[in-house]
């Protein structure tokens, strides 16, 4: 599976972005979608994580209530809706996939296909 992560960019405090992660390659095997994120001197952490049919979501703490992750299974792609943008949020936005099972896990090490990383700046 390869994957494409696109849609950063910058964004004043109180904005939205939208992210998108186009999966090709071998996407006739299930997978789960999950995005993390760098920031400058910071380990890469979880952001959110959907099971292949969507029915499972996982986010964490510090997005929840203003990051909507989602896939288009149809579409092989992946998106991360992002609102009520804070300056915190200011990182290197990475999709990935997990073909182990549909269990969303939260450990980047579970994760076994990453894309490039897409570039998300908050200005305050």
């Known amino acids: 599976v390869q994957l494409q992560a696109s849609g950063g960019g910058l964004a004043q405090a109180g904005g939205s972005l939208r992210l998108s992660c186009a999966a090709s390659g071998r996407t006739f095997r299930r997978y789960v979608m999950g995005w993390f994120r760098q920031a400058p001197g910071k380990e890469r952490e979880f952001v959110a994580g959907?099971?292949?049919?969507?029915?499972?979501?996982q986010y964490a703490d510090s997005v929840k209530g203003r990051f909507t992750i989602s896939r288009d299974n149809a579409k092989n792609t992946g998106y991360l809706q992002m609102n009520s943008l804070q300056s915190e949020d200011t990182a290197v936005y990475y999709c990935?996939?997990?073909?182990?099972?549909?269990?969303?896990?939260?450990?980047?090490?579970?994760?076994?296909?990453w894309g490039q990383g897409t570039q998300v700046t908050v200005s305050s």
């Open positions: 959907i099971s292949y049919f969507g029915s499972t979501t």
């Open positions: 990935a996939a997990d073909t182990s099972g549909n269990y969303v896990y939260t450990r980047r090490d579970e994760y076994d296909y």
